[in-house]
């Protein structure tokens, strides 16, 4: 048998040590909870960022990962199968009405995104916000305008523009050139910043004039985290093409690029691709995910839910700002590090959390989370606070 301490050397031995790792090893997890190698059971109010929404292991997802697993893992795009055009003409049909080009990440999701608005306008350029998280490949990463990100990494692709979440600064960015604008509705690895709605109908109306794709990552966002199934549905403003990921595939790796009728000839065979992209079980999971986020009723909850845990963060000590959509939640904490609240409340607490930065804290509860579960989760915070 392993032991914790034999276990870190060997992850330190073997694994390229891009992740700062918290000291949890998990080992099992159901609904709103997780348990680690010596059956110690946390709360989680992280879930693997947004990508358990629908709890671990659902037993919907687990039956349909089972029932595909046993009958058919994988062919390949050179033929048709039945799950992937399934969970295309769903996603369609709850989003912008178009075609679907699938991928087994969110960078990727946006890399399609990038080719795609590039390929419709022959060039051009990309305009980006600042504050934005798009991913780590090199397309994404060069639409991810963080100096700490990009710096180690250069030369990033040439032609993307950042700009500050104003009117006037999007208003400025925008000109026949641009091919497209890359917006998180609601940031989330910054911290859970939305973006004003006038910034985005701004976008929305410099796009429309100069011929630009307005392209949405909702890959946090996306899948009622936010109350509504998609961020922008509850924002009056309607992107030409949106980005998916992380909750998608209930925990298997797929995302998605959806587009409106305005792409349907862009791309031609031959022009992208991926070996994995829309294998038979992560599309058999992620139609059993739609089965749950796609229901009204959770999107009440979910806003009802979030506006609880909003009201109790708002009472605890050392906790300044709270910002909240739905389920989507980050708070500023002073007089204490982050990233040592973080640390306290999974060692001490047996909670599951996640510092964005050094003075911020985000949650992302599953949305079957309930309400017991979030005042357990606010007692466990406020006993590391105080
Ligand atoms: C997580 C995330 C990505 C990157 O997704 P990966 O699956 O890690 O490649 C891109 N955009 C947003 C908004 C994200 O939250």
Not at 22 to 29: C, E, K
Not at 147 to 170: I, M, N, R, Y
Not at 271 to 282: E, L, Q
Not at 317 to 324: A, C, D, E, G, Y
């Amino acid at each position: 048998m392993t032991t914790f301490d034999e276990l870190q050397d060997l992850d330190r031995e073997a694994i390229i040590g891009t992740y700062a790792r918290l000291p949890a090893w998990f080992v099992r997890g159901e609904g709103a909870r997780l348990w680690d190698h010596e059956g110690a059971e946390y709360l989680d109010f992280l879930t693997g960022i947004s990508v358990s929404s629908v709890g671990h292991c659902h037993p919907k997802v687990v039956e349909a990962i089972r029932e595909q697993a046993g009958t058919l893992i994988h062919t390949s795009n050179l033929f048709y199968t039945e799950p992937m055009v399934r969970l295309a003409q769903r996603l369609r049909a709850n989003s912008l009405g178009g075609r679907v080009f699938f991928t087994n990440s969110g960078a990727e999701a946006v890399e399609a995104a990038l080719k795609l608005a590039r390929r419709a306008k022959r060039g051009g350029d990309i305009v980006v916000v600042h504050g934005g998280f798009h991913g780590r490949t090199y397309g994404a990463l060069s639409a991810t305008p963080q100096e700490s990100k990009q710096e180690p990494f250069a030369p990033l692709v040439p032609g993307f523009t950042a700009v500050p979440p104003t009117v006037d600064a999007v208003n400025h960015a925008v000109t026949e050139n641009t091919a497209a604008v890359l917006v998180e509705p609601i940031q989330g690895e910054s911290g859970v910043h939305p973006i004003p709605v006038e910034v985005l109908r701004a976008a929305r109306e410099a796009c429309d004039v100069h011929g630009a794709a307005l392209i949405f990552d909702e890959i946090q966002t996306g899948l009622a985290r936010t109350g509504a199934l998609w961020a922008w549905h509850d924002l009056g403003v309607e992107p030409d093409a949106m980005t998916t990921a992380k909750a998608l595939g209930g925990g298997l790796p797929i995302g998605a690029l959806v587009t409106n009728g305005g792409f349907e000839e862009v791309f031609q065979a031959g022009d992208h691709g991926s070996t994995f992209a829309g294998g038979p079980v992560p599309c058999a999971a992620a139609l059993a995910v739609l089965d749950i986020v796609e229901d009204p009723a959770l999107h009440e909850r979910v806003k009802a839910l979030g506006a609880r845990l909003k009201a109790g963060l708002e009472t605890l000590p050392r906790v300044t700002t709270v910002r909240q959509r739905g389920l989507m939640v980050g708070f500023d904490v002073e007089a204490v590090k982050a990233p040592d609240v973080v640390r306290n409340a999974l060692v001490e607490q047996r909670l599951v959390a996640n510092a964005t930065g050094p003075s911020t804290i985000r949650l992302l509860p599953p949305l079957i989370v309930g309400e017991q579960e979030i005042d357990s989760a606010l007692d466990r915070l406020a006993a590391v606070l105080t």
